[in-house]
């Protein structure tokens, strides 16, 4: 018996083994890989995957905002591009709604957690992960927040930065998500809510601008990314090792039905989910990928616990909104 099952194994081996170089070769015949995201800087994992496979990587980037309206648009003309999409997963979730994505197991996502693979299309590879960063020259770690209740502590009266909660989808996601995850009954959430509006945090447009005024001195503390801590070196940036998990929207990848180059679509998402990719991503840009193993170079990064959030539905966020901007008194 046991020589059976041994013999199972290496043949079911040789048979993955074999069926991932008939892949690579078909790729190469099929020369390039279009990939259609909203992610940045992976040019040099473009550039990598065009080195190691033999296969160029063309990357087209879109906002999240013209996504789901461009690839449909494109897709319904029977002129959909793209070999494979990358984007926030509800983004995904409606495109195979639609019929836009195609079933494929990336044998690359084989080491992943389980709850990373949505069906047969949407893998998961990361989490576009929020957290609070802090000024290190102005604020001691000792000092910084400890608990997101701490967020409401008079002391940080004027020294806040945040994307608007009023109408920024991710952070009103993610107000939602602490309600959801963090504090025992919604009485709590709000008390903090209150708390946080009454220490009258200043309101940017996205995360993006976050940083800025934190780097200046500006003010002291950002509900924001930790990846700037990476993008935005040297800046005098740390962040703060909450008792509490951090939480964020999760990313996916996908290969899209009837791409142009169907192998090419599957090497490149193969390649995509490999430990290399994952690694330069959260090395290069910061990004938390879910590549077993793989952290960004943030000190203490690979001991925190990172959590997808529940993504919202567009009444939920524009309910919530309506309610963050009476709470937070943004005009």
Do not use: C
């Not at 013209?66 to 995904?92: C, H, N, R, S, Y």
């Not at 044998?107 to 299309?121: F, I, Q, S, V």
């Not at 992960?129 to 770690?141: E, H, T």
Request: proline share 7%; net charge negative.
């Amino acid at each position: 018996m046991k020589q059976i099952m041994v013999m199972i194994v290496l043949l079911a081996s040789f048979t993955v083994a074999h069926a991932a170089e008939d892949v690579a070769v078909k790729a190469k015949a099929e020369g390039v890989a279009t990939f259609y995201a909203n992610i940045t800087a992976v040019e040099p994992i473009m550039e990598a995957f065009q080195a190691d496979t033999g296969v160029k990587g063309q990357y087209t980037r879109i906002s999240t905002s013209k996504f789901v309206a461009t690839i449909l648009t494109e897709f319904e003309a029977g002129k959909l591009m793209a070999d494979v999409v990358q984007g926030p997963l509800p983004v995904l979730e409606i495109l195979k709604q639609k019929g836009v994505l195609a079933p494929y197991s990336s044998p690359a996502a084989a080491g992943y957690p389980e709850w990373t693979r949505k069906d047969e299309a949407i893998q998961l590879f990361g989490i576009e992960y929020v957290g609070l960063i802090y000024n290190k020259d102005l604020v001691k770690a000792a000092d910084a927040p400890k608990r997101y209740q701490d967020l409401a502590d008079p002391k940080w009266k004027d020294k806040i930065v945040m994307a608007n909660p009023a109408n920024h989808a991710t952070t009103i996601s993610w107000l939602v998500g602490l309600k959801e995850n963090v504090f025992s009954s919604e009485d709590e959430w709000r008390t903090f809510l209150k708390g946080l509006a009454a220490n009258k945090p200043m309101f940017v447009a996205s995360f993006g601008p976050t940083p800025a005024p934190v780097e200046s001195g500006e003010k002291l503390i950002a509900i924001s990314m930790p990846k700037y801590i990476i993008t935005k070196a040297p800046a005098p940036l740390d962040w703060a090792r909450l008792e509490q998990p951090l939480f964020g929207s999760p990313r996916a990848i996908a290969v899209t039905a009837n791409a142009p180059h169907p192998n090419a679509a599957k090497l490149f998402v193969d390649y995509w989910l490999s430990a290399k990719a994952m690694g330069m991503l959260a090395t290069d840009v910061g990004e938390y990928v879910l590549a077993p193993g793989v952290f960004p170079p943030i000190d203490g990064m690979d001991k925190a616990k990172v959590l997808p959030i529940r993504e919202l539905s567009d009444e939920e966020i524009q309910k919530w909104g309506t309610e963050f901007q009476a709470i937070f008194d943004v005009k």
